[in-house]
């Protein structure tokens, strides 16, 4: 799918792998792994998230009541 892609149309990937695990995600044959990761990182923009999980309930109640005190916005 990479390979058809390459390119000539735009493609949107996420991973929790940094790039140097991916030869490991393909354990079976690193040079597939090798030749995906240089096509998609080709022209490719990385965007590196690192904070708190959404899919923590905790988690989205502090930031909720964060963002609500930040913008001193009340519920009603």
Do not use: C
């Amino acid at each position: 799918m990479i390979a058809e892609r390459y390119e000539r149309v735009a493609t949107v990937l996420t991973s929790n792998l940094d790039f140097p695990e991916w030869g490991e995600a393909f354990p079976g044959n690193k040079m597939i792994g090798a030749a995906t990761l240089d096509r998609l990182r080709h022209g490719a923009y990385k965007i590196i998230l690192d904070g708190e999980s959404y899919r923590d309930p905790d988690a989205a109640k502090t930031l909720k009541t964060k963002l609500a005190k930040e913008t001193k916005i009340t519920q009603s």
